[in-house]
């Protein structure tokens, strides 16, 4: 038999066997973390691999092929039985940062989620009646409490009003602003949700400016719904407009058709923080007469990864008819969640809830903070630390081009640290630090890092400003 290009029979029989590489002194902590079949799994994988890339190229042999392949079953094993997810110090002054967990959740969450987490729980039973109960019970009360209308949850918002469409507009028309047709992050757009509804759009106006006659003339006997989303992740300026929500309800319950609209970032308070505007509640929306409203459960609100849905009574039992409903219901976990960080509106203890409080630290605050870290960073020989001006976001596709004002430590890059090599630094630390880069700048912002983590963020910061080791 011929062999294959690049095959040489000397780097073939110097790879390892695998009782070879189990009997290693490599192999032991592995077979403390996994049973030995997997291991074995796992070596004989390497060493395929290996084999593989010497049968495309021999003269890429390892000089020590045992040492090569216990490297890679080392890498196989951390990947196999350490959790991917782990907790990072957030120093990027993102407050809902979509790629970090958006909401970090409050303590009363945080506690009701471990107590329900470990056991059983009452998820779909009565305990008073001994029978099969609901589970839309454990927040459905609260939300109907907090908003003035009946709600229910799924699993984000995206699902929200791809149900409520389905139910309402499914083989009908909806008409849409074409200035809302927005895409909403990682290559979701509004439209390819919307048409996966089975509901068709309509789109009126231009992409500024829509007025109430673009809705009325698009009326017709297909038309199921009339559909309004609210820019919490985009801003137009300049030349634009769009009826106000009054004159959408009007002319919605003149035609007896349901008025939808996506808030999108679910904020239940009257105050946010000095100087952030333009997010309505959602109880101003349902009071002003929308059918039905969606939002997200871990943006403003604060709570776990959730989509709700609000409204008319008929409106929203039909919709939880809809069998899809049971595809993008929540589990026990995310209802304990939000529940406990509902509660803790009801009680009027908003400080109880992460984002907000974030929010609402006043920057002389934080300046002390950044000033003192600062001084401990100088102290243990980080050089180029000041405190400079700066802002946070709110991040989470909240409020678009409103920032809360922060004081930033900036850490300067130098030779044999750069801002970039410092960066990749932090994140390699354990744990990691996200932060940002400006001007060849490493800036460090406490306005999301809380004061727990601030000896964590100390050391992070002094592994990562070490100067490198080169080469003799």
């Known amino acids: 038999m011929s062999k294959r290009k690049g095959e040489s029979s000397e780097p073939l029989r110097a790879l390892p066997g695998v009782d070879q590489v189990l009997n290693s002194p490599a192999a032991a902590p592995w077979l403390d973390r996994l049973p030995r079949e997997r291991v074995a799994d796992l070596v004989r994988e390497a060493i395929a691999e290996l084999r593989e890339s010497l049968l495309a190229d021999a003269s890429r042999a390892p000089e020590d092929p045992l040492g090569t392949v ?6 196989l094993v951390q990947s196999l039985s350490a959790s991917s997810l782990q907790p990072v110090i957030n120093a990027s002054g993102v407050i809902l940062h979509t790629n970090l967990g958006r909401a970090p959740l409050g303590q009363p969450a945080a506690e009701a989620v471990r107590s ?5 729980c009452n998820l779909e039973y009565d305990v ?4 099969r109960g609901r589970r839309d019970v454990h927040c459905g ?21 791809f149900l409520v469409l389905h139910e309402l507009a499914r083989d009908g028309e909806v008409i849409v602003s074409r200035g809302e047709l927005v895409e909403i992050g990682d290559g979701f757009r509004i439209p390819d949700i919307l048409e996966a509804s089975q509901a068709r759009l309509r789109e009126v106006g231009s992409t500024n400016r829509t007025n109430l006659d673009d809705y009325r003339d698009a009326l017709g006997e297909r038309t199921r719904a009339l559909l309004r989303i609210h820019p919490s992740n985009f801003k137009q300026v300049g030349f634009t407009g769009r009826p106000t929500i009054e004159q959408l309800v009007g002319l919605a319950k003149s035609v007896s058709l349901p008025l939808i609209e996506d808030l999108g970032s679910g904020c239940l308070t009257d105050r946010l923080a000095p100087g952030i505007e333009g997010e309505p509640p959602v109880s101003q929306s349902i009071r002003a007469g929308v059918s039905l409203v969606t939002f997200s459960g871990d943006k403003l609100l604060g709570g776990p990864q959730a989509g709700i849905i609000a409204g008319d009574p008929d409106l929203v039992a039909r919709v939880r008819r809809n069998p899809l409903f049971r595809a993008l219901r929540v589990g026990k976990l995310t209802l304990a969640a939000l529940e406990a960080t509902l509660r803790s509106y009801l009680a009027g203890r908003e400080d109880e809830i992460p984002a907000l409080r974030l929010m609402r630290v006043p920057a002389d605050v934080l300046s002390s903070r950044a000033h003192k870290l600062a001084q401990r960073l100088v102290e243990h020989g980080v050089s180029g630390c000041s405190v400079v001006a700066g802002e946070s976001l709110l991040g989470g596709g909240s409020t678009p081009m409103q920032r809360v004002p922060s004081p930033l430590v900036a850490i300067e890059g130098r030779p044999g640290a750069t801002a970039a ?3 990749s630094g932090l994140r390699s630390y354990d744990p990691p630090v996200v932060a940002r880069i400006e001007k060849n700048r490493v800036l460090l912002d406490l306005r999301t890092v809380p004061e727990s983590q601030e000896d964590d963020l100390v050391a992070a910061v002094i ?10």
């Not at 329900?116 to 059983?120: R, S």
């Not at 592994?463 to 003799?472: D, E, I, L």
């Open 70 to 75: 216990a490297a890679k079953v080392g890498r």
């Open 116 to 120: 329900i987490a470990a056991g059983y």
């Open 421 to 423: 090599q410092v960066e």
């Open 141 to 161: 009360s609260l939300l109907e409490r907090l908003l003035g209308a009946p709600a229910l949850v799924v699993n984000n918002n995206a699902a929200a009003i």
């Open 463 to 472: 592994h990562s400003t070490r100067p490198r080791k080169t080469g003799a």
């Open 128 to 131: 008073e009646q001994g029978r």
